[in-house]
């Protein structure tokens, strides 16, 4: 008898963590939209490559400059920037149905372009390597952003339809 109430308890428990997964999921991608909706301002960029990727045979580059720099991005590897006064369509693209994330496999990890968010002199930021299609965010995205192979072609064509180079 113990072990039948047991058997349901945890089954429920189950049912109900079953359930609340799309909830879960729905609420992370509502956040990226609202940290958008909600920010001081979104500025693209591209940049050059920062220390903390570019790489020598001995190891990391120390001569390149970092990609932050007093808590803020370094404006020493700006090459390029957009700011979006629009920020309809960035949503749209970084807005996810699923949670499904296919790696292509590439391993060069140089990002050149980004997306920072600004709310209260605050920065949150996306960098992105097109190339390899891996990303790297500030601690805050972390779990927010989620990159499948379409939502790279989709932010790539967005960042060349505003002149930013993309390096590929």
């Given at each position: 008898?113990?072990?039948?109430?047991?058997?349901?308890?945890?089954?429920?428990?189950?049912?109900?963590?079953?359930?609340?997964?799309?909830?879960?999921?729905?609420?992370?991608?509502?956040n990226?939209?609202?940290?958008?909706?909600?920010?001081?301002?979104?500025?693209l960029?591209?940049?050059?490559?920062?220390?903390?990727?570019?790489?020598?045979?001995?190891?990391?580059?120390?001569?390149?400059?970092?990609?932050?720099?007093?808590?803020?991005?370094?404006?020493?590897?700006?090459?390029?920037?957009k700011?979006?006064?629009?920020?309809?369509?960035?949503?749209?693209?970084?807005?996810?149905?699923?949670?499904?994330?296919?790696?292509v496999?590439?391993?060069?990890?140089?990002?050149?372009?980004?997306i920072?968010?600004?709310?209260?002199?605050?920065?949150?930021?996306?960098?992105?390597?097109?190339?390899?299609?891996?990303?790297?965010?500030?601690?805050?995205?972390?779990?927010?952003?989620?990159?499948?192979?379409?939502?790279?072609e989709?932010?790539?064509?967005?960042?060349?339809?505003?002149?930013?180079?993309?390096?590929?």
């Open positions: 008898m113990q072990t039948v109430g047991r058997n349901f308890f945890m089954n429920r428990l189950l049912a109900i963590f079953l359930l609340s997964l799309p909830l879960q999921l729905s609420a992370q991608h509502e990226i939209d609202r940290k958008i909706k909600n920010a001081d301002s979104i500025i960029i591209s940049h050059k490559i920062s220390w903390e990727y570019e790489t020598v045979e001995e190891g990391k580059n120390k001569n390149a400059p970092l990609f932050l720099s007093k808590g803020d991005i370094n404006p020493q590897i700006i090459l390029s920037r700011n979006l006064l629009d920020r309809t369509q960035i949503i749209d693209i970084l807005h996810v149905e699923n949670g499904i994330y296919t790696h496999d590439r391993t060069c990890d140089q990002p050149r372009n980004s920072l968010i600004y709310k209260k002199a605050n920065l949150s930021y996306i960098d992105i390597c097109f190339h390899c299609e891996r990303i790297h965010t500030s601690e805050d995205l972390n779990h927010l952003v989620i990159f499948d192979h379409a939502r790279f989709k932010l790539a064509s967005y960042f060349e339809s505003l002149n930013l180079i993309v390096e590929d």
